[in-house]
């Protein structure tokens, strides 16, 4: 919902001002209602609004959440063994899709929207999104080791490697942070295997431009205007 001056100015029909004017004039019905007070508000995708009785074009609206999964949440629309799914657990719109995968045993962020053009910008491997986790293992894997990752192994679909891998201590534990430019079905924990190191938690902290900052575990927050034209921009 949203005051319908401002409806009427997305619209391109007028300036937010002289759409008050058309309201205080009997111009703009809600749902065959004429509507005079300047606070009424009215959901664009719903309600019927028109001007001089002609029907308003309705302008596509998006939605961008940023989401913090759960180790044990499913990515998936529907899951074949009943497991719990994000689209189970977060009521979205029907046409908003997670933004990539991250499998069940991983947490941390997770885009989710219904904008064709951002989905495909930050899936296809083409585009060279980045995407940043931090990992707790084993073992911290050698200069070699890590050297090898960025150098690329080769797993039984393709040759991958990491954009960037560095060695973190952090709470007196083993922590890697790895950069990732694509991905495959669990990437990470397949070429930290070929080492023998054994991935404990594993937690994505960036993806593209948009951060896991302070979200708590199961936290869903649409995005800030800010955070949406930094992210267009980078498109």
């Known amino acids: ?80 063994f009943r497991r719990d799914t994000v689209f189970d657990l977060l009521k979205l719109p029907r046409a908003v899709n997670a933004v990539g995968r991250l499998d069940k045993d991983s947490e941390g962020l997770l885009l989710l929207t219904d904008d064709g053009t951002l989905l495909q910008r930050y ?31 080769r797993l039984e679909e393709k040759q991958v490697r990491a954009l960037a891998v560095k060695n973190l201590e952090l709470h007196g534990e083993n922590w890697i942070e790895i950069v990732l430019g694509e991905g495959i079905k669990r990437e990470i924990r397949r070429m930290l295997e070929t080492f023998s190191i054994q991935v404990l938690r594993l937690i994505r902290i960036r993806h593209g431009e948009v951060e896991l900052g302070s979200l708590a575990p199961g936290q869903c927050v649409e995005w800030s205007r800010s955070l949406l034209k930094k992210v267009k921009a980078s498109l």
Do not use: W
Request: net charge positive; no cysteine.
């Open 1 to 80: 919902m949203e005051r319908l001056q401002k409806t009427l100015s997305r619209a391109g029909v007028s300036s937010r001002r002289h759409a008050e004017a058309m309201m205080a004039a009997g111009r703009v019905r809600v749902n065959g209602r004429v509507v005079r007070e300047l606070g009424s508000k009215a959901d664009p995708e719903r309600d019927e609004i028109s001007v001089d009785g002609k029907p308003l074009h309705r302008p596509k609206i998006f939605h961008y959440y940023s989401y913090y999964k759960p180790r044990g949440i499913v990515v998936s629309k529907r899951d074949e």
């Open 123 to 153: 899936t296809h491997p083409s585009f060279g999104v980045k995407k940043v986790y931090r990992v707790q293992v084993s073992r911290l894997p050698d200069a070699a080791e890590r050297n090898r990752m960025r150098e690329g192994i």
